[in-house]
Nanobody, 124 residues
């Protein structure tokens, strides 16, 4: 079993920054990909960013490229999402997820474990 515990989130004005954290436990993650998804009110859940547990490659949705940064701390088994230059359209519930393998896909059906969501609200 894998447990993912999400922390961070909150409310911020447009242009501000927030950092989310996802603490992973339960098994070895060296052969896994970690990702962030989000779901805005009335919309489907969408991919935000992904990172391999080993190596340096990352992958971002076009909507957050250049503003969000995904990173990990292997010593803490934690993945972060640093969100800068936030916009009202970034308002959503953010989820952490993981999948086996090295393919940093953006399909949520490929991810087998999910953390609880955390609300991010950006006001104009």
């Amino acid at each position: 079993q894998v447990q993912l515990v999400v922390s961070g989130g909150g409310s911020v004005q447009a242009g501000g920054s927030l950092r989310l954290a996802c603490a992973a436990s339960g098994r070895t993650f060296s052969n896994r990909v970690m990702a962030w998804f989000r779901q805005a009110p009335g919309k489907e859940r969408e991919f935000v960013a992904a990172i391999r547990w080993s190596g340096t490659r990352t992958y971002y949705a076009d909507s957050v490229q250049g503003r969000f940064t995904i990173s990990r701390d292997n010593t803490k088994n934690t993945v972060y999402l640093q969100m800068n230059s936030l916009k009202p359209e970034d308002t959503a519930v953010y989820y952490c997820a993981t999948r086996v393998g090295y393919d940093m896909g953006d399909r949520q059906s490929d991810y087998d474990y999910w953390g609880q969501g955390t609300q991010v609200t950006v006001s104009s």
